[in-house]
């Protein structure tokens, strides 16, 4: 509880809750199930608050021992809106090996809970109407509140999303039709509350159920020893935190002026600032910061001035006038620092920070930063390494230790930590990026091909020497990550281009792939029809890069891109020259001979207008582009 009132984690008193979580043995000390399990919950929740994730499963674990059921995600066919024709597959949690318990007498009765807001919305269902009806189970209260920590664990496991919310959810709703607990579902209430906060069709029903949690809290006519049972165990909010929730969600909505008033009536002097400076009114946040400083100076305020001037000289105010206790005052003016781009200076005064509070993850990733820039790779690996032991969804922290991997050529270790990095954060683009890099260097194909999809998705295209590469080890039928041969892959590579083709219609280099993709297939031609519609292809999609190269302006003027129109155009003559030798059509023969001798005319006339040098008489051009344009004067004349 003590922690729970401070501002940022304090690693003196995580240290002695360690201390006495280690001394007591929670479960073999009891016999009772309901008292062995709430012991390990708490025990739970306070280790997901530090970040142990290890820990966490692990109580977890022994807690889950102790009850008759187990639960299993799974999913059955359903309808979630009133419009919906066709069942999908809705993501619930099915108990197994279940029995049914009497209801404790002590328990409240279901008029005395949180109303249960229903959903009311002309599209959504207030539930999800499914195919197959589940039974209710009532569980014990024990039961139910591993259930719903269950879903918490699940959750902190990998980083947010879509999917990890409806998870989150389904084991919130199972817990909400099994327990009778005035803890187990005011925590369930509160978790859906903030879980749907931020779905459009949701978010009325998420601030009206946090209403009525505040109004339950604070009605005074039950007993409250009778609401305490698990209320540690489940992490039920104090009313404040449910009120403070509830602002953040209004802001969240644009209904600024309310929560500011419901931060204001709570004293939470911070979030009013953060209101004012999201609407920028940055003038009237300085005005309150000098009002508080006025009744009491404080370091914490001080900070906040620092935040708005960006002045450096708050900052040291803050350090002085915590007696150089103030582990936040240095983290700003890091952070502050930082921004100015003065890594030196930043990276000695997160290090004090540091010395102070050394469980603060943000301050060891700017560290790692800070480092990184100085060039003091191996201290930023330390660095971001503590960041990540203290916040495993950190996916900017995984990412830069992977890049650090990557510059140190440790490619197997950089593919490993990129894994992890992509869980934190599967939608940055950055650690995609990184690693199909890593995947290449490996030679873990597969997954690059999944990076590929996954970049073209988020960012509509791809490093193309890097597809280069994929391309040729498939075509070489390189021995991958498994020692088995990339050829394997060939189909898996064409359905990735096809995709490529529709995003990236302009990109000579795709096209020019996509073509010898297609033309390593030659070999495996099973007769002459099926050769010809191969070198069909191979043309169609070679001429799509020649068109695509000489579209840039002025591509005769650049030696890279010069050499690259002169590639492809050789390239194309070749198999144009193939396809001649294929078609049994004379008039087709015709059609690709005319279309390959304008072709080959047009790259040779514009390479000589723009690039002859008139004093001698000869091109200005690299040895590589001359022997180029040689082998293609040579091309045309025997056409």
Request: proline letters at 2%; one cysteine or more.
């Amino acid at each position: 509880m003590q922690q729970c009132t401070l501002e940022e984690k304090s690693a003196v008193l995580h240290q002695k809750i360690s201390a006495l979580l280690n001394e007591i043995k929670l479960a073999g000390e009891s016999e009772n199930d309901s008292a062995a399990v709430e012991h390990l919950l708490l025990a739970c929740i306070i280790s997901l608050y530090y970040s142990d994730l290890i820990k966490a499963n692990e109580y977890l674990a022994e807690a889950k021992s102790h009850c008759r059921h187990s639960s299993l995600l799974t999913g059955i066919l359903g309808k979630r809106t009133r419009f919906q024709e066709q069942e999908y597959a809705q993501l619930v949690v099915e108990l197994q090996r279940a029995e049914t318990v009497p209801e404790p007498a002590s328990q409240i009765g279901f008029s005395n809970f949180p109303v249960n807001v229903a959903l009311d919305d002309d599209t959504l269902l207030k539930e999800a109407e499914l195919t197959k009806d589940l039974p209710h189970t009532l569980l014990a209260d024990h039961e139910a509140a591993v259930l719903l920590v269950e879903g918490l664990v699940s959750r902190r496991k990998r980083a947010r999303t879509t999917l990890q919310d409806e998870e989150h959810l389904a084991y919130i709703q199972l817990a909400l039709h099994s327990s009778n607990c005035y803890a187990i579902r005011s925590s369930a209430l509160f978790d859906r509350s903030r879980l749907e906060g931020d779905k459009s069709r949701r978010t009325t029903r998420a601030m009206q159920q946090l209403e009525v949690l505040m109004m339950s809290f604070r009605d005074t006519t039950h007993d409250p020893i009778l609401r305490a049972p698990f209320a540690l165990a489940v992490n039920v909010p104090p009313s404040w935190k449910v009120e403070e929730a509830l602002g953040f969600l209004l802001l969240q909505n644009g209904i600024t002026n309310e929560a500011i008033n419901i931060f204001t009536s709570l004293e939470l002097w911070e979030d009013v600032i953060e209101c004012y400076q999201r609407v920028g009114q940055k003038v009237k946040a300085e005005d309150l910061i000098m009002k508080e400083l006025a009744k009491e100076e404080t370091a914490v305020m001080w900070c906040r001035l620092g935040d708005i001037r960006e002045d450096v000289a708050c900052y040291d105010k803050a350090w002085e006038l915590s007696q150089h206790r103030s582990a936040r005052s240095r983290r700003d003016l890091g952070r502050l620092l930082l921004r100015r781009q003065d890594y030196q200076g930043a990276a000695d005064a997160l290090r004090q920070g540091l010395d102070i509070n050394a469980i603060d993850a943000g301050a060891w990733f700017s560290m790692g930063y800070c480092q990184l820039k100085l060039g003091e790779f191996g201290q930023a690996e330390l660095s971001l390494r503590r960041c990540v032991n203290l916040d495993p969804d950190n996916a900017l922290a995984w990412n830069n230790l992977g890049s650090i991997a990557l510059r140190g050529q440790d490619y197997n270790k950089a593919y490993r930590i990129l894994q992890d990095s992509i869980k934190a954060d599967y939608d940055n683009w950055n650690v995609w990026d990184n690693y199909q890099n890593a995947c290449l260097k490996v030679k873990d194909f597969e997954e690059e091909i999944k990076a590929c999809y996954r970049l073209l998705e988020l960012k509509g295209r791809l490093n193309v020497d890097s597809l280069g590469l994929l391309v040729a080890a498939v075509i070489d039928g390189v021995a991958d990550i498994h020692g088995v041969s990339a050829a394997r892959l060939l189909p898996k590579v064409k359905e990735l281009f096809g995709a490529m083709s529709v995003k990236l219609t302009d990109n000579s280099k795709v096209w020019y792939l996509y073509g010898k993709l297609n033309a390593s297939e030659l070999e495996r031609a099973a007769d002459e029809t099926a050769r010809k519609e191969v070198l069909q292809a191979v043309v169609m999609k070679l001429q799509r890069s020649f068109r695509c190269a000489v579209k840039e302006t002025d591509w005769e003027r650049e030696d890279y891109s010069l050499i690259n129109t002169l590639n492809v155009a050789k390239e194309l003559g070749n198999y144009q020259r193939l396809l001649i030798a294929a078609e049994t059509d004379d008039t087709e023969q015709r059609s690709v001979r005319s279309s390959c001798r304008v072709m080959l005319d047009s790259v040779i006339s514009r390479v000589e207008k723009s690039c002859t040098n008139f004093a001698t008489g000869g091109l200005a051009v690299s040895e590589e582009a001359a022997s180029l344009l040689t082998d293609i004067r040579a091309m045309r004349a025997q056409l």
